[in-house]
């Protein structure tokens, strides 16, 4: 199994400019989670997804900051206008919720550079 | 805020026994407990998780205490590529909440 998959690993930017994040969950799962980490705020859950449905944003920052997912094999986060404050590790991961066993699986994150 | 309290920091000979305490007090009945770790750069790593047996699998054991506020991850023969963040972790459901971990460091 290849893990969730996200691209690109590193993005450098400009204030100002638009930013497209992209994963792609572990097959046969139902769940996808993005989540941000810097050295202030730790690890954040933004928003997440069960059967391609947004189910929780309300970690997601302000209207900045969209989310979708348009089928179970690819999620996006953009991010329009960036700002330098956004500059973090942004990372995807994916679960099959089944009752009683919610581990998610990480993939390896962006590291976004807003300039 | 998280619901569990964990040491911010560890040290651990290489070879013996890592034991990484988790206070969680209060813990509801139908709330689980995960254990996730996080090596520098990568992206967070599951562990194991138990509700109120304890666990064991391949890489660790989790003791839970019987009233449930508190639990123990256990590596059996620490290395030095155990060396990351540990995260304990209280939930029911999918919205985890992570804490500033334990971070746990293996020394030769």
């Known amino acids: 199994d290849a893990g969730v998959i996200q691209s690109p690993r590193h993005e450098v930017t400009e204030m100002g400019q638009e930013v497209t994040l992209r994963c792609k969950p572990i097959?046969?799962?139902?769940?996808l989670f993005w989540y941000r980490q810097t050295m202030m705020r730790g690890l954040e859950l933004l928003i997440y997804?069960?059967?391609?449905?947004?189910?929780?944003d309300s970690g997601m920052p302000e209207d900045r900051f969209s989310a979708k997912m348009p089928n179970a094999s690819f999620s996006t986060l953009k991010i329009q206008p960036s700002e330098p404050r956004d500059s973090a590790v942004y990372f995807c991961a994916s679960s099959l919720e089944t009752p009683g066993s919610y581990e998610q699986y990480f993939g390896p994150g962006t590291r976004l550079t807003v300039t | 805020d998280a619901k569990t309290t964990q040491p911010t920091s560890m040290d651990c000979a290489e070879g013996r026994a890592a034991n990484l305490p988790c206070n969680h007090s209060t813990i509801s009945g139908n709330e689980y407990v995960y254990w996730y770790r996080q090596i520098h750069s990568q992206g967070p790593q599951y562990i194991i998780h138990g509700l109120k047996n304890n666990e064991t699998n391949e890489m660790a054991s989790l003791i839970i205490t019987e009233d449930r506020k508190s639990s123990t991850l256990i590596l059996p023969h620490a290395t030095l590529r155990d060396t990351a963040v540990y995260y304990c972790i209280a939930n029911y459901g999918q919205n985890f909440v992570f804490g500033p971990g334990t971070r746990l460091s293996v020394l030769p």
């Open positions: 997804f069960n059967n391609n449905v947004p189910i929780d």
């Open positions: 097959s046969g799962h139902n769940s």
